[in-house]
Nanobody, 116 residues
């Protein structure tokens, strides 16, 4: 099983980034997918999730209206479009595959830094 994140980097406040996660080694379309983040020195938090079909999404209040999660089951990928970025969005972002309430697989993370 592999979840490989990409797209992180340094961007100025107000900017945008698009994170991608490429999945392999499991039945992608049977799993919900999520993005989590861990700011330095803080607990990991759920950012956004999407159901296995893509028909349902959920967002943390702090990112609603700014972030969009999507998936392509034909390519085994999930993306997180992040707009209007703020310094408090700085964190390591992790891709996760879950079933039910259980997060089962994790990526290695990608650093997102918002700074002028």
């Amino acid at each position: 099983v592999q979840l490989v994140e990409s797209g992180g980097g340094l961007v100025q406040p107000g900017g945008s980034l698009r994170l991608s996660c490429a999945a392999s080694g499991f039945s992608f379309s049977r799993f919900g997918m999520s993005w989590y983040r861990r700011p330095q020195g803080k607990e990991r938090e759920l950012v956004a999730s999407i159901s296995n079909s893509g028909g349902a999404t959920n967002y943390a209040n702090s990112v609603k209206g700014r972030f969009t999660i999507s998936r392509d089951n034909s390519k085994n990928t999930v993306t997180l479009q992040m707009n209007s970025l703020k310094p408090e969005d700085t964190a390591v972002y992790y891709c996760n595959a879950y079933r039910g309430d259980s997060p089962e697989y994790w990526g290695q993370g990608t650093q997102v830094t918002i700074s002028s």
